[in-house]
């Protein structure tokens, strides 16, 4: 069976990157022919190692550059980064003809199911809804954070 993971990065120690890790090195020493894509990966080494039958792919797409900046910057780069994504992943899917690929809940989401190259597609979701909540914003990106939670219930911010 081909299997591609799709992934902002592996270079973090966190829980989500250690799954991966974990799936992708079991599946490939069964037999089993593994990629793992990234957007973000910059060269960076892994947090945990992969083992050398795992396949490593980074797209370049960038999209971590923007973290910190403007809402006004994320509006206008995000477009453009979308679709560079959506292109080069869709390549990558057409020619590796995978059986099944798996998101990682990153920004793939949104269009992955609409690349057509034979696979099924699975979203594995490691971490809560609230979790936009933990960062405390204040402001747009804290009104965001709490629609995107589905947690706002005072939209009156939006009329004013």
């Known amino acids: 069976m081909i299997i591609v993971y799709c992934i902002a ?9 250690r799954v991966l890790t974990d799936k ?77 690929t798996v998101s990682m809940f990153c920004n793939e989401v949104g269009f992955l199911p609409r690349i057509h190259d034979g696979s099924a597609k699975v979203l594995e979701v490691h971490f809560s809804r609230f979790k936009r909540l933990q960062y405390g914003r204040k402001g747009l990106w804290g009104l965001a954070d709490r629609l995107m939670s589905g947690t706002c219930k005072d939209t009156t911010v939006l009329s004013s």
Not at 9 to 17: F, H, I, K, S, V
Not at 48 to 70: C, T, W
């Open 9 to 17: 990065g592996t270079y973090r120690p966190a829980g989500m990157e």
């Open 24 to 100: 992708a090195n079991w599946l490939a020493g069964h037999g089993h022919e593994v990629t793992v894509v990234t957007t973000d990966q910059h060269g960076r080494a892994d947090a945990f190692p992969f083992d050398d039958q795992v396949r490593r792919i980074d797209l370049g797409i960038h999209y971590e550059e923007n973290n910190g900046k403007s809402l006004a910057n994320k509006l206008l780069k995000y477009p453009g980064k979308q679709l560079r994504h959506r292109r080069r992943l869709a390549r990558l899917l057409k020619t590796l003809r995978p059986d099944v």
